[in-house]
Structure formats: C-alpha cells, structure tokens
C-alpha cells in the first residue's frame, strides 16, 4: 500500500519557516559558544602569564642571597676587582651574560655567594630624600637674564661652559679641566639664575637644593647626602 501526503502551500511555507527559525537559533547558541571559548582561551593565557610569573618570582626568591661589592676596576674581560665591605676586595670572575662595559669604576654590581661571580649589576643606592630634590631638566633661563654680573658670566664661561661643550681643548694643551665653582653673595643677587642659565646653554640638569636639607641629626649624615647628590647627577 501507498500513502501519499500531499501539503499545501501554507503548510510548507510553516515547516520552512520553523526549519530556518530553528536554524538561526543553533548558530546564534553556535557563536555564543564561540565568543564564550574565545574568552575562556584569553582568561587561560593570563592565568597560565601570571603562573610563569609567579613562578619565576618563586624561583628567584628561592635563589640564594648575593654578596653586594663596588667596582674597583676591570682587569680584563673576564676578571673585575671588587671590593666587598667588610670581607675585603676581591678580584672575581665576569658572568658571561654582564656586558663589560657597562662595568665601571664605583658601580655597585651582585656576586654570587657560592662562586662571587659578578652576575648582575645593581643601581646606585641614594637615599630618598635625595632623590625627592628639585631636579629640572634644561632651565629656560639665559644670560640675557642675568643683569650686572658680566665679568662673572665671562668666568663662568670660560671655567663650566667651555670644558663641557669643547673638552677637546683642554686634552689637547693638556690642562686638566676645572671641577667647578662656588658663587657665594647676599640673597638677591643672580648667584641662582646664573647657575640656570649656565645650565640652559650647555643642555645640562638642573639640581636645586637648599642646605638646611643638608642637615641632619646625626653627624655623618649630611656628607652622606652630598656624596649621594652627586652620584645622581652623574
């Protein structure tokens, strides 16, 4: 026996109607899943960044501790004389990954406890209150500024302004270079803008700092602080 179902247009025009309904419905769920594993993949990339991080901060905190010296001099590639307070100098091997010339005299470097080898190089300890000194960049004063004082400008000039802009000068007459002034006076009278200004024209940092920031409670402390100045300003 044959049964044979005829549909008329309505009834098919139903069907296809609920087919595509029902199609759409599968590919929206379809990408909804697909931007949801795309976020589950970007959340599990950061976690497994943050475990990498974590354990890598793990391991150097395992890590034993390292002696910290001072740079006395390189004596070759290979070979540093370090000195270590309060053991003594030493003279230590180079980590091959430290590149030489970055090694200088008075850098503070990281040896190795078990080898002293010269593994990392460390930055220059200055104290807070150092740091937190008024420092500006290239002054925007100038000369022109500076009103009455024109024999000290032409001084200036000839001891700061001339040794850093032409040095080869003083190399070749073989007159060493001067290491600088001192500008003393009343309140008032250009000691401060003629510092900016000889600043400003040789492109240099401007280090402001009053001296009762210099004093402090214990003795010892102030020439610690001086020192520390100029280890920022180099």
């Known amino acids: 026996f044959f049964i044979q179902f005829t549909m008329t247009k309505v009834e098919t025009q139903g069907i296809n109607t609920f087919y595509n309904s029902k199609t759409e419905e599968l590919e929206l769920a379809c990408r909804e899943k697909a931007r949801n594993l795309r976020r589950l993949e970007a959340q599990r990339n950061e976690w497994n960044s943050r475990v990498r991080s974590l354990r890598e901060e793990l391991q150097l905190l395992m890590e034993p501790g390292s002696y910290v010296g001072e740079v006395i001099k390189l004596m070759g590639k290979t070979k540093v004389l370090v000195k270590v307070n309060p053991e003594g100098k030493y003279v ?44 500006e960049k290239v002054p925007d004063s100038t000369y022109d500024m500076v009103g009455g004082l024109d024999k000290q400008i032409k001084e200036i000039k000839e001891v700061i302004e001339l040794p850093i802009k032409h040095p080869e000068l003083f190399t070749a007459l073989g007159i060493a270079q001067p290491k600088g002034v001192l500008l003393y006076g009343p309140p008032g009278t250009g000691k401060t803008l003629l510092a900016r200004a000889v600043a400003h024209h040789t492109d240099c940092t401007f280090i402001r700092v009053s001296g009762s920031e210099l004093v402090q409670k214990y003795i010892g402390e102030g020439s610690r602080m001086v020192r520390e100045l100029f280890v920022m300003a180099r």
């Open 92 to 135: 230590v091997d180079l980590d091959k990954d430290i590149d030489p010339n970055k090694v200088t005299p008075t850098t503070r470097v990281a040896l190795r406890n078990d080898s002293y080898t010269l593994h990392k190089i460390l930055p220059n300890k200055i104290d807070p209150l150092v740091s937190l000194m008024r420092v």
